[in-house]
């Protein structure tokens, strides 16, 4: 180990109740796009807005008929070094809380327990109308079925399930509504624009007030839904460490930050043997 794994890995044995949390840097070893570069800038334009989804047909159009071709990478994307050894941290009862900014579920599929998706999740669907939650693998079929044109189509994968469709016309792309009452079909996630629902942010502070310290896992943090939990832990005197390759909006908060890669840097404290906390603690 260097200099600052041994560094990481005295952090944890420190805070035996991590609260972790964990951005787009744990899931690029899986295939997924991230949206920003090293700097914390945006590598493309910005993610379509709640505001221009719901209130903009085009955008509609434009958002499922990217997203029919992009979902291939993320139905098929498997977990990654980052989420197994998370994993493993929490069964060595490392870690009170995963809060994910992620919405590709792919900690769960890693076999984290303790998790909470900030931003949803985006292997559901959610009638904004009567509110009925679908598969996203269902909804793919019926997109298939009406747009089969587009379907024959290949792209350059972007986050979250996007693809590079430039230049094209959307006009004719055929978007289904709601089977059960004809209401409007979004992600369940959390667009831009749109608020994290309370109970997920008031499951989340308790679990951060319960918690020795917090550990920041791929994420330059730039969103403020997810910075405010570790401006939070910093005003509670609680220390901060990260686990990112370049800049973090609260790198001025941390008590420390390792610059590796988070798959390997992980793997490494997942490979410790770790005593049992005294009081391992749960949500």
């Known amino acids: 180990m260097d200099a600052t794994s041994t560094a990481l890995a005295d952090f944890v044995q420190r805070h035996p109740r991590l609260f972790v949390l964990t951005g787009a840097g744990c899931s690029t070893d899986s295939g997924i796009p991230d949206y920003r570069d090293t700097n914390g800038e945006w590598k493309r334009p910005s993610p379509v807005t709640y505001q221009a989804f719901t209130g903009e047909e085009t955008t509609r159009r434009r958002y499922w008929a990217r997203s029919l071709v992009g979902w291939p ?31 590709d579920g792919l900690h769960d599929a890693a076999g984290s327990r303790s998790t909470v998706d900030l931003h949803g999740r985006i292997d559901t669907v959610r009638c904004m109308a009567c509110d009925t939650r679908t598969p996203r693998a269902e909804l793919q079929v019926e997109l298939r079925r009406r747009n089969p044109r587009w ?42 624009g749109e608020s994290v629902p309370k109970e997920r942010v008031a499951a989340s502070f308790a679990a951060l007030e319960a918690s020795d310290a917090v550990l920041v896992v791929g994420s330059s943090l730039m969103v403020y839904s997810g910075y405010r939990f570790v401006q939070a832990a910093a005003q509670a005197g609680k220390p901060v460490a990260a686990v990112n390759l370049g800049r973090t909006r609260a790198d001025e908060l941390l008590a420390l930050k390792v610059e590796r890669p988070v798959g390997e840097a992980l793997a490494e404290l997942a490979d410790r043997r770790w005593p049992a906390p005294s009081q391992p603690h749960r949500i």
């Open 73 to 103: 990478t993320m139905a098929n994307a498997r977990p990654g070094a980052a989420h197994r050894a998370l994993a493993q941290l929490e069964a060595a009862g490392r870690i009170g809380l995963l809060l994910t900014q992620n919405v």
């Open 151 to 192: 379907a024959e189509l290949e792209a350059r994968a972007a986050p979250d399930g996007d693809a590079d469709l430039d230049g094209r016309d959307f006009a004719s792309f055929d978007v289904p509504d709601c089977p059960r009452c004809g209401g409007m079909l979004k992600p369940d996630v959390v667009f831009f």
